[in-house]
């Protein structure tokens, strides 16, 4: 079947470094993203990885392993702004191009 | 500005009677998505539209309509609402239909039928 897994919640520290897993189980794949949604707001676009390895943007990056159906989502230098959900999608090419998403890390950042 | 437009952003309603909530972008995407949000259940997908008049069901398409008359604009129509349909919806879009996971959302519809 298609699952994708992430952490429910997760605790860091204003300044330091957050790094949010996602495993999948698909029957295709054809792209993994992150998205960030804020509380009470739309999901906003951050990264897709389609082969392995990082992805840097910013103070953002992205990892994928096809082989290990992982990735994980690295934040440095948190801000308080960056408390919000991060969703883990992957767009399952077996079938028909679907996106399948986590159900969402709710990231808490501390001062 | 590139953007994905929702209206209205919140609605109470009552169970049976009729409603639209629109969705328009101004980026010329061709596919279009709504989805629902729920605590604990994510984002769950809807209808979409690969392009004008083609749209397809989603996960959770009962209680829901579509149409795709033009490029910009996918309504989402909820014939006869029942409380379960109170959730935040959103309407999202991407350039083209192999590039669907990269998606423009819109602001939200907070619906709330009693």
């Known amino acids: 079947g298609q699952n994708i897994d992430q952490p429910t919640e997760m605790t860091a520290t204003e300044g330091a470094i957050v790094q949010i897993n996602c495993t999948y189980q698909?029957?295709?794949?054809?792209?993994l993203f992150w998205y960030q949604q804020h509380a009470g707001e739309a999901p906003t676009f951050l990264s897709y990885?389609?082969l392995d390895g990082l992805e840097e943007k910013g103070r953002f990056s992205s990892f994928l392993s096809r082989s290990k159906g992982y990735s994980y989502l690295l934040l440095k230098e948190l801000q308080m702004k960056d408390s919000a959900s991060y969703l883990c999608?992957?767009?399952?090419?077996?079938?028909?191009?679907?996106?399948?998403w986590g159900l969402g890390t709710s990231l808490a950042v501390n001062p | 500005e590139a953007q994905v437009t929702q209206n209205p952003r919140y609605l109470i309603t009552v169970t049976g009677k009729k409603l639209t909530v629109t969705c328009s972008q101004n980026?010329?995407?061709?596919?279009m998505s709504w989805y629902r949000q729920d605590p604990g259940l994510g984002l769950r997908q809807i209808y979409y539209?690969?392009?004008?008049?083609?749209?397809d069901k989603g996960d959770v398409p009962e209680g829901y309509k579509v149409s795709r008359k033009e490029k910009r604009n996918f309504p989402l129509i909820l014939e006869s609402p029942s409380p379960n349909q109170t959730s935040l919806y959103f309407c999202?879009?991407?350039?083209?239909?192999?590039?669907?996971?990269?998606?423009?959302f819109g602001e939200g519809s907070r619906l709330t039928v009693l």
């Open positions: 999202a879009s991407a350039r083209d239909s192999r590039n669907t996971g990269e998606l423009f």
């Open positions: 980026m010329n995407h061709e596919y």
């Open positions: 539209s690969m392009n004008v008049e083609v749209t």
């Open positions: 698909t029957s295709g794949f054809n792209g």
């Open positions: 990885n389609v």
């Open positions: 999608a992957v767009n399952d090419a077996g079938n028909n191009r679907k996106l399948i």
